[in-house]
């Protein structure tokens, strides 16, 4: 497995996998990350690369819009604590006044699918989810990630050749590169 | 009794009305206006809150001001909101290489969430514990 920082025309090998932060990236126009991550979505669907996305990183992306949206409600810094009972206890106003915000990621990539995108959900078969099962304790591991971080990476390196993050915490891979043809290409500010 | 002839006023041919500007009277700007002051007092009475008549006579100038920008079929935004979504993205590029319904999906989608500037991209919260 190899560590990439990603640079202006870098070439990255199809099928890719994205994590949520390029995914959310691409949507949140005043993100630091927004002009690299929305540039490199759109350079992947103009050359229709295959691109993998799991319900993980679905769910994270919609987490991520529902704290900004409570930031947004409550006049709350970005580092303000959050949690899932603070989702509880304020699920109805991020809903009557920011849907559109949580429904996005769903609209974006129904849009881009119906335009023609190759966008795939994995893990694709039976025999896959066991494999990815099998890796996620040892990237838990040996690559010192969290559960969640653990299936991203697992995920990925079952089913591309690229994984797209801006996640440091993917940092541990280039100092101790597991086993695998996966190269993590990371975005930085 | 006596009923008077009836008679029926020849309409202008469809030819006759292309292309004349069509003016409204101020009378009946006036009664529109009224009825949009009673609706807007009606509903805000009844919990609806409204805005402030100066807050809608700005967004009537704003929507008036001819500072949209079309970004592909159907999709036309204000010149502050095509910076900030669309300044540092790569558009001929994408128009070029893409098809009209993939541009036109992209553009959509890309940068429709306002967000904030200080939301940080590699302390994005993972997902929630239970």
């Not at chain 1, 949140?28 to 319900?55: F, Q, R, T, W």
């Not at chain 2, 007092?41 to 809150?49: D, E, W």
Request: charged residues 25%; proline residues 6%; negative net charge.
């Amino acid at each position: 497995m190899q560590h990439v920082d990603w640079v202006q025309g870098l070439d990255i090998d199809e099928p890719v996998y994205m994590d949520a932060n390029i995914l959310v990236g691409s949507l949140i126009s005043k993100h630091p990350l927004y002009g690299k991550c929305a540039n490199l979505l759109g350079k992947l669907l103009a050359d229709k690369v295959e691109i993998m996305l799991s319900m993980v990183s679905v769910d994270e992306s919609i987490w991520i819009i529902a704290k900004l949206a409570y930031c947004e409600i409550y006049k709350q810094p970005w580092k303000a604590h959050w949690n899932p009972k603070l989702y509880r206890n304020h699920r109805e106003e991020i809903f009557q006044s920011y849907e559109s915000w949580i429904n996005s990621v769903r609209d974006a990539v129904e849009d881009w699918t119906n335009a023609g995108a190759k966008i795939d959900v994995v893990p694709k078969t039976r025999e896959l989810f066991k494999d990815v099962l099998d890796l996620i304790p040892v990237y838990m591991k040996e690559v010192k990630l969290t559960p969640a971080d653990a299936v991203h990476l697992a995920l990925a390196q079952k089913h591309a050749r690229s994984f797209l993050t801006a996640d440091s915490d993917f940092d541990e891979v280039r100092q101790n590169p597991p086993a695998g043809n996966l190269v993590v290409v990371k975005l930085t500010a | 009794m006596s009923i008077g002839t009836m008679t029926i006023r020849s309409l202008p041919k469809p030819s006759e009305v292309e292309g004349v500007p069509v003016e409204f009277q101020s009378e009946v700007e006036d009664v529109w206006g009224q009825i949009n002051e009673l609706l807007r007092i009606s509903l805000h009475r009844s919990g609806f809150p409204q805005p402030s008549a100066d807050l809608i006579q700005q967004s009537y100038e704003e929507m008036e001001r001819p500072s949209l920008i079309v970004v592909a079929t159907g999709i036309a935004v204000q010149a502050g909101e095509y910076t900030e979504r669309y300044g540092s993205i790569e558009l001929e590029y994408f128009r070029e290489h893409m098809s009209p319904e993939m541009f036109k999906a992209f553009v959509r989608h890309i940068g429709s969430i306002k967000g904030r500037p200080d939301l940080n991209i590699g302390e994005f919260v993972d997902t929630p514990e239970i």
